[in-house]
Nanobody
Framework: VQLQASGGGLVQAGGSLRLSCAAS????????MGWFRQAPGKEREFVAN????????YYADSVKGRFTISRDNAKNTVYLQMNSLKPEDTAVYYC?????????WGQGTQVTVSS
């Protein structure tokens, strides 16, 4: 099983980025998928997740109203649209799949927001 995250980069404050995470090796259409992030010197933190049907989403308070998680089960892919980015959003972003626990993790993609 592999999760390949992409879409990170350098953006100015107020800008937008869209992260993608494509899964391969098995189908995750019935699993919750999510995004986490880890800033330098900090612990990894939850950002957002989405249930298998796509009907239920959950967000950390720090990103609510600015980030949107979505998924395309046909493509085995989860997305994170990030708008109104702030310097404090700078981190390595990881996608993950829940299977009794957050069992599968991508390699991470760097997001850097300049002020």
């Amino acid at each position: 099983v592999q999760l390949q995250a992409s879409g990170g980069g350098l953006v100015q404050a107020g800008g937008s980025l869209r992260l993608s995470c494509a899964a391969s090796g098995r189908t995750f259409s019935t699993n919750t998928m999510g995004w986490f992030r880890q800033a330098p010197g900090k612990e990894r933190e939850f950002v957002a997740n989405i249930m298998w049907s796509g009907g239920s989403t959950y967000y950390a308070d720090s990103v609510k109203g600015r980030f949107t998680i979505s998924r395309d089960n046909a493509k085995n892919t989860v997305y994170l649209q990030m708008n109104s980015l702030k310097p404090e959003d700078t981190a390595v972003y990881y996608c993950a799949v829940y299977d009794s626990t957050w069992r599968y993790w991508g390699q991470g993609t760097q997001v850097t927001v300049s002020s």
